[in-house]
């Protein structure tokens, strides 16, 4: 399975941006996750494999919502009400045996990522 990104872009604070990852295959989960130049990879949010469930990092519930169309295999990050400090690579990933885990061991694909700039 592979996982392509896109949507990224510089934004100014208060903005929006829609985030996409295309697969090449079905996954059981999937998730977004963030690194910010100079840190760790942190968990943004996951859905599951019939998108029913989600789930979000503490720091983006509320402004963030992540949504699948299986038809297309596609996964969106729909973020509003943007903040500097969202600036950072966004990676999409896909897990063929977990759900909603904020692990980002247990996810088997990465998308290449998209860079997301929020100015003030």
């Known amino acids: 399975v592979q996982l392509q990104a896109s949507g990224g872009g510089t934004v100014q604070a208060g903005g929006s941006l829609r985030l996409s990852c295309a697969t090449t295959?079905?996954?059981?989960?999937m998730g977004w996750f963030r690194q910010a130049p100079g840190k760790a990879r942190y968990f943004v949010a996951a859905?599951?494999?019939?998108?029913?469930?989600?789930r979000y990092a503490d720091s983006v519930k509320g402004r963030f919502t992540i949504s699948r169309d299986n038809a297309k295999n596609t996964v969106y990050l729909q973020m509003n009400n943007l903040k500097p400090e969202d600036t950072a690579v966004y990676y999409c990933a896909g897990s063929s045996y977990r759900v909603l885990t904020s692990i980002s061991l247990e996810y088997d694909y990465w998308g290449q990522g998209t860079l997301v700039t929020v100015s003030s």
């Open positions: 295959g079905r996954t059981l989960g």
């Open positions: 859905i599951s494999g019939s998108g029913g469930s989600t």
